[in-house]
């Protein structure tokens, strides 16, 4: 872990922008000591692996799930999480409003776009989003909220594509506001940018970056 890598991650942040310290694949500990650190937000990408955390780790942490979420795996994260970045599709979202109402809470979410050229990232098309903001049963669905937008830039070395790619996210999530959200001040999150690419996604208005290995490391995928 870089506790000195994390401090001027946080430091460089302007004002406006969190920081969801992505402890994927990472054992409790290195959460405690980060926590310990300060920071209280923190992102996960499996919903069994962020219940196990979440029943170990202190009450006041703030769960995120950042990753792809399947609809019998809801259980796991719906009495707790903070925020579910990952929405991408109606199906998902109906799903969660339900695990919301059986809870009695109201889950903040955000909807995840298709930015990257890339076929194994999920997320809608800005006309798929739209249908479905426009179909009458969204606005019927009480126990979630709608917080924002959330995507992933290709993973490639050419900076002028990612950020047209998140260029273009910010103006999806401009687009969304002003004609779905016009009076909504909860809708104002732009999930964007990760250890390789958050100074351009802060540049390009990010309010919420997820960092992962520039602060735990490289993770083992093979554990
Ligand atoms: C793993 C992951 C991250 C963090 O990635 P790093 O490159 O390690 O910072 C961010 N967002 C999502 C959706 C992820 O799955």
């Avoid at 946080?10 to 650190?37: M, N, W």
């Avoid at 925020?83 to 599709?89: A, C, G, K, N």
């Avoid at 999806?172 to 990760?194: A, C």
């Avoid at 390789?196 to 997820?210: H, M, Q």
Wanted: aromatic fraction near 10%.
């Amino acid at each position: 872990m870089n506790i000195e890598k994390y401090d001027e991650i946080r430091a460089s942040l302007p004002a406006g922008v969190r920081l969801v310290a992505v402890s994927k694949f990472k054992p409790a500990e290195d959460i405690a000591t980060l926590y310990q650190h300060g920071q209280r937000v923190f992102g996960e990408n499996h919903a069994q692996e962020m219940k196990a955390k979440h029943e170990i780790l202190p009450q006041d942490i703030e769960w995120h799930f950042i990753g792809h979420l399947q609809t019998n795996k809801i259980k796991y994260i719906a009495p707790y999480v903070s925020l579910i970045h990952s929405i991408d599709s109606f199906d998902l979202l109906k799903e969660v409003n339900k695990h919301a109402v059986k809870n009695n809470r109201v889950i903040p979410c955000l909807l995840q776009f298709h930015i990257a050229d890339e076929e194994t990232k999920f997320g809608f098309t800005q006309e798929e989003c739209m249908a479905m903001l426009d179909n009458p049963s969204f606005g019927e669905l009480q126990n979630i909220k709608i917080h924002g937008v959330m995507g992933m830039a290709t993973f490639t070395d050419d900076k002028v594509q990612v950020r047209r790619e998140f260029h273009h996210l910010h103006q999806i999530f401009e687009d969304l506001k002003t004609h779905y959200f016009p009076q909504n001040p909860d809708f104002k999150e732009i999930s964007m940018g990760m250890t390789e690419d958050y100074p351009i996604a802060i540049e390009e208005g990010s309010t919420l970056i997820r960092i992962g290995s520039a602060i735990f490391g490289p993770r083992d995928y093979t554990i």
